[in-house]
Nanobody
Framework: QVQLVESGGGLVQAGGSLRLSCAASGIAFSINAMAWYRQAPGKQRELVAAVTRDGSTNYADSVKGRFTISRDNPKNTVYLQMSSLKPEDTASYYC???????????WGQGTQVTVSS
């Protein structure tokens, strides 16, 4: 059974930092890509950052230079370090795993990030 459990969200002032964590179980973590998405009220869920099994990363243009995605394979955990946060970063952040065998998406429960101006 696939489980993704996010943590680390909260309320922060603009310019501040937060680190999100996603602990995964039930998957062959080290050989799979992982990603972070976010969804603000009234908006579609969007890709924030992704990391391949070999550590290659890609980012949404809106977060490049401010966010860093990383993974710790022995801990089955993926992180999202967020710096220089802006009010427009306010959203629920979701950890994502897409099964290579059938393309099915798995999601965590989400963690709320609120950035005050």
């Amino acid at each position: 059974q696939v489980q993704l459990v996010e943590s680390g969200g909260g309320l922060v002032q603009a310019g501040g930092s937060l680190r999100l964590s996603c602990a995964a179980s039930g998957i062959a973590f080290s050989i799979n890509a992982m990603a972070w998405y976010r969804q603000a009220p009234g908006k579609q869920r969007e890709l924030v950052a992704a990391v391949t099994r070999d550590g290659s990363t890609n980012y949404a243009d809106s977060v490049k230079g401010r966010f860093t995605i990383s993974r710790d394979n022995p801990k089955n955990t993926v992180y999202l370090q967020m710096s220089s946060l802006k009010p427009e970063d306010t959203a629920s952040y979701y950890c994502n795993y897409r099964a290579a065998i059938n393309g099915k998406d798995y999601w965590g429960q989400g963690t709320q990030v609120t950035v005050s101006s």
